[in-house]
């Protein structure tokens, strides 16, 4: 079992736990590594000198018993600036940039390259597709004119942007635009409309030499019954020659190594004998290293 996490989130930005309470529960379960990963998008962002100045007082407390990272969970759309301060960084979309079709933004229509995708550096008006049922179907009905493909296209499109816009350690969960549709169904998650741009965006990201998190947040939650990526990516990102991190997206202590049994098995049937983690080395650099399955 692994026995560590690096997307951890505190009563800081939106988790319920302290982060020294979280420290706790990993030395309870044995972990040798725990990094913290707070939001810093446009509507869960925190304090982050005060978030930084509490996990180097924890760096320092605990340094005999367990390895404590500073990391952030930086969106694709937020300013890169922050990340500046942080040990590593997370790569999330959380966010559709909203552009007028007829803006001649190159936002929407075909499947463009990321070098060609042009988003404003800070965007305005950003719809996150993980706030609510409500609130992804208005985004659907009112800039997309109900046609999901479109919406998970421009998801997709924004997604691959990521490592050119700031550098990340690696990519947090990669399909969150799936996050209501077990219960919604608004779209075939294996549909070549859907697929089709998922898997251009993945290549990319693989191509980059960057990790992909197996996020098994929405399962040990009951959000979801399949973890992200879904297996078909999973397989693929292994094809790729992608490397792997296994994360359970904790918000409270419970679930620290919530889903990683599964995460395990996952990886494992997509073809991974391994994945990997992060550590500080003797002269205090992040570095990653491989960790076996099973």
Known sequence: M???????????CDGMDTPED???????????ALGFSGHMDTEIHMDFDAYRKEILRLQAEYKDRIDILL???????YDPAIAKKAEYVIGSTHYIPV???DAGSGVTGRFLPPEEVKIPAAPQNVVAVD??????QRLCDEIYGGDWYALTRDYYRTEATVSNRFPCTFIGHFDLVTRFNDSMHAFD???????????EALEYLAGKGIPFEINCGAVNRGRKKELYPRMEFLRALHSFGAEIVISS????RFHLNGGFDIAENAAREAGYDHCLTLRHNADGAVVWEETPLG
């Open 2 to 12: 692994i026995k560590s996490n690096f997307h951890t989130h505190t009563n800081l």
């Open 22 to 32: 979280m420290v706790k529960t990993a030395l309870s379960l044995g972990f040798t």
């Open 71 to 77: 990391g952030v969970e930086l969106d694709t759309l």
């Open 99 to 101: 552009i007028r079709k």
């Open 131 to 136: 706030s609510s049922v409500e609130e992804i």
């Open 189 to 199: 998650e294996t549909d070549p409309r859907y697929t089709g741009p998922a898997l």
């Open 249 to 252: 997206d904790a918000h409270d």
